[in-house]
């Protein structure tokens, strides 16, 4: 199978070898990115953007990594506008990452779409499975964050420190804790009257 057949396979949430010449060379190109990218820390924004367009999907004006990014493919990864990621975010992207505009990460977030399979003899043979994570528009995740694969997190909210992601989170609420739950929704009674 080529690259790409095994990439929409992937997709479709069915199981899938991870272990193929394909995946496991592909993984090795995007190490060599992100190291590119990181690398490329202090450079123009316009340049450091340029790198990102060869690793992800689809990536928005003004994105950026603090270093160290890392990615597992990068070719299922959708950035929106203005995204800000905190140092050492990992995206493990086999089921597809969507992000919208205005996100914010904070250090150490880990996003993981693969499951490898529960059975043991599958594992070791290389089985997989994964789902997509969605993350809506002017989303907070907070530092040390690890969201699992199928979750959905909506728009506005913000995820509290240190949690992890194993259900998806409603629009306009903070969550937090292991396994994450709604601890009560944003209102106007949050705004503090602050201004730039
Ligand atoms: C780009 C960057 O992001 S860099 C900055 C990185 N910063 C962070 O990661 C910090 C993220 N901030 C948090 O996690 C904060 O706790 C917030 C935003 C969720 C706080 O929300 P607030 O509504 O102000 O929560 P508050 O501190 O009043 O706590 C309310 C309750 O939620 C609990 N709670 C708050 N945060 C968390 C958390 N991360 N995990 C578990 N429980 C939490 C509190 O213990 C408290 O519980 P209690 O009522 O039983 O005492």
């Not at 060379?25 to 060599?32: F, I």
């Not at 804790?177 to 929704?185: E, F, I, M, Q, S």
Request: proline letters at 5%; aromatic letters at 8%.
């Amino acid at each position: 199978m080529t690259l790409e057949s095994q990439r929409a396979h992937m997709l479709t949430g069915r199981m899938y070898n991870d272990l193929t010449p394909e995946l496991v060379q592909a993984r090795q190109d995007t190490v060599l990115l992100t190291t590119g990218y990181n690398d490329s820390f202090g450079r123009p924004q316009a340049e450091r953007e340029a790198i990102l367009r060869r690793l992800l999907r689809a990536v928005g004006e003004g994105c950026h990594f603090e270093p160290t990014f890392r990615c597992e493919f990068g070719f299922n990864i959708s950035v929106g506008d203005h995204f800000y990621a905190n140092f050492d975010c990992v995206l493990l992207d086999g089921g597809g990452i969507t992000i919208g505009d205005h996100v914010l990460f904070g250090p150490r977030v880990g996003v993981y779409t693969s499951n490898h399979a529960i059975d043991a003899a599958e594992r070791v043979a290389g089985g997989c499975y994964a789902k997509p994570v969605t993350i809506g528009d002017h989303v907070w995740v907070g530092g040390d964050v690890v969201i699992n694969q199928g979750v959905t997190i909506g728009a506005g909210s913000i995820v509290g420190s240190g949690s992890v992601v194993t259900r998806s989170v409603p629009a306009g609420v903070i969550a937090a804790g292991n396994p994450a739950r709604v601890l009560r929704p944003i209102t106007e009674a949050d705004r503090t009257g602050y201004q730039p």
